[in-house]
């Protein structure tokens, strides 16, 4: 990003635009837009870039997830992978200029990469209403298993409810 006073604010009028397009974006295409600028984000809009970033994340982790195991979305694998360390750089990034509160930008990383499943769950499970009520059902209990101590039972019990049968995320 460059010194200019508007370029901050033209980078961050761009992600939102991006957002609000809701289809993937290539994390090779951001790194592009971020690279046009050729100077270094402002920390304070780090927090947006990183969500935004986090958002593009969870949208290909559903796209890979949700795809088929006998023929598995290797665009959205890739994209998945290249976010992932995006994501990760700036997470990095936020993390050293703000140590105190690493904590909540981890679960709102987390929050934000959810997201995207739990909505293509709800839209597979809107026309299968017996797998949406099991899929209720055994969400609560795997927060019991959880809370218990039974981890493993509770991550598979999830991944029971949120991916349907034949999915990457549940072959």
Sequence with gaps: MNDEPGSECDLLARLECLANRSMGMSY???ERLLREGNASIPVSHLNQVH?????????WMAEWSFS??????????????GWQILCQEIFNTLVENYPDISDLFEQRRKLILLQHSLRRAVEYNKTKPFRKLTAIMLSQASFVFNKIGFHSIARNLYAWCLYPKGTVARP
């Design 51 to 59: 969500n935004f970033a986090c958002d593009q994340l969870g949208f």
């Design 68 to 81: 088929p195991a006998h023929s598995p979305n290797t665009v959205a694998e890739t994209e998945t992978e």
């Design 28 to 30: 090779r295409d951001f």
